[in-house]
């Protein structure tokens, strides 16, 4: 059976890092974001063998910490 990100993979989409469960990113803990996009990516590689470079913060939310992450 075909997860919803790999029907948007197979489709042509573009797949990006949104962060695990889309806290601010600039009102977290350092080793939280860290989490954050680790968990995320992982859960991504092992569903379609594929990472990405590309990560999207939830409601923009960027600081100093987000950006050098
Ligand atoms: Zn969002």
Redesign the pocket.
Known sequence: MIGLTELKIAEGHVIGN??WS?PRLSEIAASDLAAEIEKTEYILEVTTGLRTLLM?P??GAVNGDTLAN
């Open positions: 949104h962060s889309h999207r939830p409601y």
